[in-house]
């Protein structure tokens, strides 16, 4: 089992960074990689960023470029650093573990709203 939180949203201007935390906690050792996905009001989920256990890293074209995903071993935490933010980057901001049994697990959410 991993339940995961996350913090760090919050409203800022186009153009400013928020940097979104997901803490870790469980069978930490099972997982294999972590996403962040985002949902903006009236459309489905999508992926934003992940990070395998490995270090491996991708992005939707979306925020290539703008965001960074890193993982902290010590505080076991993945923190998704988004920079040049634009208004359609509001949205519920999640975060999902995947272990290696290809159980997903999922964060309540942190809201970040972006101000044009």
């Known amino acids: 089992q991993v339940q995961l939180v996350e913090s760090g949203g919050g409203l800022v201007q186009a153009g400013g960074s928020l940097r979104l935390s997901c803490a870790a906690s469980g069978t930490l050792s099972a997982i294999y990689v972590t996403t962040w996905y985002r949902q903006a009001p009236g459309k489905q989920r999508e992926w934003v960023a992940r990070i395998t256990s490995q270090g491996s890293t991708g992005y939707a074209d979306s925020v290539k470029g703008r965001f960074t995903i890193s993982r902290d071993n010590a505080k076991n935490t993945v923190d998704l650093q988004m920079n040049g933010l634009k208004p359609e980057d509001t949205g519920v901001y999640y975060c999902?573990?995947?272990?290696?049994?290809?159980?997903?697990?999922w964060g309540r959410g942190t809201q970040v709203t972006v101000s044009s």
């Open positions: 999902k573990a995947t272990d290696t049994k290809w159980l997903d697990y």
